[in-house]
């Protein structure tokens, strides 16, 4: 007969009982175990969600057959709880469940390990290691969502949750790898709890992070408690990271528990969290320490959000000077108008923020512009007899311009639709044959839609001529003018033409991807932490705050002790001489080019299929002046910068930060780091980096920089 | 010449008072406060005003108190801080001094602020306050959305329903019930009082920092000859307080949206030969709207709500917008604003909205509210 000993437990075998199981298919498991297997097991332990009748006749082979070692039965009971019992030939003797649970789910776990054969574990070959989402250079890395391809391994695992799962107000996990994990223990709980998944590691995007964590806090009760799951604890970084949210959200009676599925041996992570199953310690290092990059090994880093090796097949690409082409023809006419060139800028027609703007009043008031409106007019001679605007100030001035050089009616409406029109106004539409629309602006062509839709609502015409002219195309793509174009004859009578007497290509970015409006949350973040933010803080967020204004001047963040710049001569890409502003917005438009390139191997697309990101040469080598760097540090997004050539470019412009002539990178640097344009760097970086910057308030900003 | 100034703060600082918080360029401007300084309803705004007006001018501002900070400042828990700045004008005060001198004579021009926003006001997303008054306390340019009322960290706009809860939040720490903001008249009122401070956010002047916010006081009376010898009730507002007390309990709650702005005649598009009290009272006409053509049909629909539900509350409102006063005691039949004269130059918008808080609830007489 077996005794009962808790150290018999050091290295149970475990095995799943299917649902209808019984004690003498458990009998059958342990007589097919391997030779060596039996060997090592110090006791046999059957796991089931659903109860097991004992029945002695099956126990006593069963008890033959586990030769006196301990054969313990787990099975999911009321209250979410796990009954643990000692199988012995005359009954079932109940134990202390919580050494049991412990002991049996650690081996349950560490067997469906082995019996994935290494599926989820990668381990390089060669001179190659891991980055993982935490930033710890690694030998290692385990992907355990890579665990769960069939529903029993599913049903083994979510077993262990359901305690959890079962006592929690609402559930976070890590990671969405492992999201069916915990959807398949709140399933066969038949539990209905808020539940969501971190974005991405909170080293990499803290603010999405607490997004999710405020969302599901607010879906609790005050006293409620919070479960979270993370895959595997490694550095123990994520789950401080979560426990610093709370903190800073500390409500009275909320109880944060945190377990994670697998652990590494590491007293640190194992004193953060519980932890279901622990796997051996591997070799790692800190990200400025690393022994591994100091042999010439190459770092693979690991997603932070899907947490794979994504990143492995990333082909780079180059900003070259025809993708600025298109743009310096504007460029060239306007550069030195002040105040035409806008960004960060609320309309005040439509009340649309608009991170690239162009003051139209302005615009419209250049002699050159005059002159090349006029001979867009002449063009169209004998094709109009009555002028429409919308009503605002540009369009207005247009009008009247288009007035004079056609000699025919004018109407101002914004929409056309008949019940706003006056009866005579209406009529003077009814005559028409031959309709032009000025415009200042257009971006999408929802306006143009607009008044055809209301001409045709309104049955007026037929009109022989439909044509839409505007000062300024700004189409976010080429293929966005063309498809203006056909907007405007496609399914018409009327022949019809679109024309414009500009044009530039320009991201329509909104308030949600606006590099200022991103800069305003990263930099009131650093001021926040002041008593009284410095005057360079204040200044620049005195501007960034008046959307209604705009940015006319100076579109970069310049620390303290940097001046603005104007372009050097001899650029590749950028005429010499402009402003910043300017220069901004020829990059903004080249890049925009880049992203819309007809030749997909050229194009600046990181999403599926392309997957080309920035290439690093870029500002290491094409464009070595300082104001392009930090203007390409402003403009281009996150994803394409890429994971590794993002990290190298990273590296790259934090060395050359040293170099007195591209201190103007700095301030750009350090946003597009707060933001996470680009990879993060720790603390000891932003000190080496920053300090000179800051002096006395290096401390403040850098808890602002940081700040989860 | 630059010529010293001292402004005392009484224990109930009235709008009068404040209205003579100014200085000509250059001036050095010193405010003496005690321990029972403190604004009576309906001031807030009007401070907040007066200070934005007196720190664009003076060369200096001290505050110089009778009486002592705590001498564990750096550690000090909202209990320990004086009343006066715990309340949304004390805070303005502070940030627009320069200096900080106590009764001891302590200088503590570098610590004083730092500890209330740093150790009290970020630590609590925004709030501050003790069981008379709760106040959310935007700071320009960096805070101008506090954390209470954000969804992320972002200074995106909050939702109605966030701003929602933190006035229900608020009202809560003041002993107004767990339902306070729960009823569909309240909820009308703090959709009132989210377009005010939805227009502060985007009506914000870029010309200087300061101190703005939502501020939620609390007045509670046990009998009726406390009314007229109560400081903290302006003036204006007795015959209303006596009237409402005879019918229902003690009491009362006033939420101010108090800014440094324009104002809101100056903001809305003027109509020919219009002089500004009538286009201050056009803003409160259903319709009109100072923002831009977007088709909505709720454009416009923000100030005019708040008559109806002030009515049904049987509330007064208070306008303090940029030189004009204005007050509509809805409690009475054919009500209608009246103008309330305040000495000129104090730019800024405050709209106050004050009633007393029933055991009833206001959209159903027999159901209770939870107090």
Redesign the interface.
Known sequence: MSQWNANALESPRAFYLREGSSLADAGEKISRLAADEFRVASAFAFISKTPIVFDATSAVPLLQYAAGKPVVLLVADKGFSIKTDLITQTGLAQLESELVIAKVRNADLLQLLHEDAGACVFEPYGNYHFVTPSLTHTTRFMRIGDLLHDLETLDRLAFWLRPHVGKANAILVDNWSIASLILRALQLERLDLPFDCLPEHPTHN??GC??VV??LL?RIPAAGKLVAFVSISGSGKLVQHLKDLLAERTRAGLCFECWSIFGYENKKARELSGCFALVPQRETYTNDDCKLCAQGSVAIPIDPAAYHLKSLHEPVVFLSKPHAEPAKPFIDRYRDTPGLFLVHHD?????RHHAFDLDMVTLISHPEFAERLVSQFKSLEGEVDLVVAPNHEPGKMLAAEAGKAFHCPIIIH?TLERAALSPADAQVIANARKLLIVDDVVNSGSRLKRYIQSLREGQYGPFDAFNYLVAVARPSSPQNLAALSKLLTAGHTWKGAFYSVEQIILPTWS?DQCPW?LE??F???I???F???PQW??QR??????RN?GIADEPLLLLPGVTSVVMGEESPICPGGVSSMVATFLLASALQSHRYDNDPKKQLHPGFPVGNVMSPENVSNRYTEGLIRAILLRLVRRAEWGQAPGIETRDFLLKELRQANQKTIAGELLFALGRGALPPISTGTFTSAFAEFFEGDLEVVKSGFFKT | MATKLQFRIPEWASVEDVAHWNCEAGDEVEFRVKRESGFNLFTTGAAISALHRVRSKASSITIRSEFSFPANIRTVSVNEWPSLFLTLGGIALLHAANRVIDAAGADLSSVA??VA??QLI?KAGGIIGDGKSQSLVC??????IPEAVR??????IPSRKEFESVLAKLGGELGAGKKFFGSITEAGVSGFLFEAFRNAIEH?Q??Q?GIWGVSIEKLLLQVNDEIVQRKQIPDILRDFVGRRFLKRSGFWICVTVADYGLGIQTTLPPLQDEAEWPRLLRAFERGTSR????GSPNRGQGLPNIIDEARRLNACIFVNSTGLAALYDASVPHSAWSQIPIPSGLRGTSISIFWPVTSESPDQQTLTLGL
């Open positions: 803290s603010a607490r997004t405020e969302r607010s309309d005040r027609n439509d009340g914004d308030k409006c305003f949350d930099i009131s973040r001021a926040r932490e008593s009284r933010p803080l204040s967020l005195a501007k960034l705050r008046d204004a | 602020f730092d926003w740093r970020l700071r320009e340019f960096d805070s101008p969804s992320s960290e972002t200074n995106k914000a870029p010309d920092e923002k831009p053509k977007s």
